[in-house]
Structure formats: C-alpha cells, structure tokens
C-alpha cells in the first residue's frame, strides 16, 4: 500500500497485521520518500515506487537499496509499471504524459505532448498484450487506449468532472474504471455502455444540487463549466 501522506509504503496481511513498512528505513542514496502516489511489488519482493514530490520512480529492494531510479525530467508521476521487456511505463501526470523509459535511463517511447488538450494529468497507464497502451487522462475525464504509433483507437468520456483514476483492461474488452469524483467503479463495454457498477458510498450533506452548476454539466464557449473562476494551483499534494 502507497501510504501517501504519511510518506511510506507498507505491506499487511489479511488479518490487517503490519508485515513490513518504509517508515524509518534509510534508502542508499541518502533520500527520503515523499508523497509516495504507488507501489507494486516486483517478482523478486523489490517495490517500484512512483515518489511524487521528489519527481521520480525508484526501484527499492526490502533493506532500503535503491536498485534503478528514473528522475530526469517527471512531474510529480502517479502510476508506473515494468514491462516484459524490463521497461518501464510511468504516468507522468503534472507533465501531461506517458513514457516508456528503459532500464538505462532513455525514453523510449511517449505519449503527450505536455498539453492538457492531448493529456490532462494521465495517473494511471497499463501496456495490453497487443502493444497498445490503456490510459486514464483524468482531468479531461476519460479513459483512452492507444497504439504505438499514437493512435486513439479507443476512448470513453464522460460529461461530468470525474478524475478517473485507474482503468484495466477485462477479458471480452470491457473496461474496469475507478471513477473518483462519484465514488464507484464501472465496467464500460466497447460501445461505452455501462454494465456493471458499483458504489456504497453516500454523502451525509450532498453539497453540488446547491451549487449553480454543481456537476460541471454546463460549460462555455472556452470549454471551462459556467459559473466559476479558474484557480490555480497544485494539481494535489504538498
């Protein structure tokens, strides 16, 4: 578990019994994590890590060694991966795209070209058995898929604020999503058809019917929802 604003990943078991944490481990190059976004153990129990106030994704083993890093040039990352190939595949969400760097360092491929228009702060991305790459674009509140040339040859939006956070890939093409901003996750098929939800989460003070324009539905000619002012700032985080 990326434990993010306690700056730590810990690993439990079933009982709910701490087994392991990064809290007060020093890593060998002298860093600490900060704001840690996501952790996946890799097949020898290393964690890769995506560490984003520190603008990077690391690989650690249990005793705190830091066995590959990638910091040059991320954005406060969500979610990476390793690849088959031993690549590595990490959403570059304040950067506004994907990358594929390899073990050495080098981009390798990229998807993005830093515009909101193309990708507006992706968190999560997933490479398919057919080399196509599954990615949630959130702040423009979709899930695309693309090919390795560039192409969208898929792509599912919806017409509210959503933030969708993470998107895998089901057996049959229906996509699993984990829809933040309404609190469920969704089974979409190609068509873009919902088949399956769920959500038990229900706000004790419903907050956006007393709002003008609380669910962002309507929006102007500059594509921004009517009835608010843009403030800028940090996209999440310290």
Not at 21 to 26: P, Q
Not at 131 to 138: A, K
Not at 154 to 178: H, M, R, T
Request: proline share 5%.
């Amino acid at each position: 578990i990326a434990d993010t604003t306690d700056d730590r990943v810990i690993e439990g078991a079933r009982d709910q019994q701490g087994v392991w944490t990064s809290e007060g481990l020093d890593l060998s190059d002298g860093s600490t994590l900060e704001y840690t976004n996501n952790a996946v153990e890799l097949p020898d129990r290393s964690l890769l890590i995506t560490d984003r106030n520190n603008d990077r994704c690391l690989q650690i083993d249990r005793e705190g060694n830091v066995v590959w890093q990638h910091a040059g040039g991320l954005k406060h990352p969500h979610g990476a991966e390793r690849l088959e190939s031993g690549n590595f595949l990490i959403a570059d969400s304040d950067g506004n795209r994907i990358v594929e760097v390899d073990a050495s360092g080098p981009v390798v491929w990229s998807y993005g070209d830093g515009s909101p228009e193309m990708l507006s702060w992706p968190r999560h991305a997933r490479r398919l058995p057919d080399g196509n790459t599954l990615i949630t674009d959130s702040k423009n509140s979709r899930v695309i898929e693309v090919t390795p040339a560039g192409d969208v040859a898929w792509s599912y939006q919806v017409d509210y604020f959503s933030k969708f956070y993470y998107a895998e890939k089901l057996p049959g093409d229906n996509v699993l999503i984990a829809d933040q901003q309404a609190h469920r996750v969704i089974e979409v098929d190609p068509a873009g058809n919902i088949v399956w939800m769920f959500r038990n989460y229900v706000h004790p003070n419903p907050i956006l019917p007393r709002l003008r324009n609380g669910s962002f539905k309507e929006r102007g000619a500059d594509g921004w929802p009517s009835d608010w002012i843009l403030s800028s700032r940090l996209s999440e985080g310290g």
